[in-house]
């Protein structure tokens, strides 16, 4: 990708598959490349990027490696407690975010490991797109309303499993999730969260990029959405659910490439 004589045949490619990953039903959208992070450092006029969490002292990455963003994340459960998570995060923030209603990307998860609380399930952790979109009519930042699609490894899940699931959230409400596909760690996809305003529904898409299968779903929401979000931020991020134990000690990991970020007007 840094050799200039290939950049041109790169550039078309990406933009190809961007045209052509869209098989499902959606409202007419200009679609733009945003970032391929064709350069040797995050473009800090497209991007802010964050480490986050209750405890920041395990490994965090976000970086451009071998032409892609690279988002990595560890982070062990807390051991003074069987009740809920740690959580932390590492995250790449769009910068001017307000006139995208859809984005697409590339996610290839390399690495992910989830160590649950003895014999009970519950750490975990994911890649994602996560994109708030309105507001559902109070002008609350708590009332506005994203969708989100995410590769996730859960410690529930076989050995060397992920899932693709995508879901919509407001006010803390997060259990309006859908299951769209499995894959196995290391295959690359591509997947698009899209707002169409027009029908009153979020879009999904997933296309293993191995075996050029696409899976997709439409699902409708509750809210009105004539209100424009108070907080419209849309990121990628690693994100860690890591299950508190007291009696082993619980971990979450997830290092995954980011390529090909395209969005939606």
Partial sequence: MNMQGHVGLRLLIKGLLGALLLALPCAAQTRILYDNFNQRFLNQNLWYSVCAGFSV??????????????????????????????????????????????????IQVRDAEAIPCGTVAGSGGHADIIARFFNSGSGNVNDDVGASIAVERDSSNPKGQLSVLAGYFSNGDYSHSFWLANITIGTPVTVTVGWDQPNHRFLYSV???????????????????????????????????????TSNQTWAQVDALFDNIYVGQ
């Fill in 57 to 106: 002292t395990e490994n965090c990455a976000t970086d451009v490696q071998e032409g892609r963003l690279h988002l990595s994340r560890s982070l062990m459960g807390n051991s003074d407690t069987n009740s809920g998570t740690n959580g932390g995060s590492a995250t790449a923030f769009f910068i001017g975010p307000y006139a995208i209603n859809s984005i697409t990307a590339d």
């Fill in 207 to 245: 296309t293993n990029k191995v075996t050029h299968v696409t899976y997709s779903t439409i699902q409708p929401y509750p809210y009105s959405d004539t209100t424009p979000a108070v907080d419209p931020e849309k990121h990628l991020d690693i994100e860690l659910f890591p299950a508190n134990c």
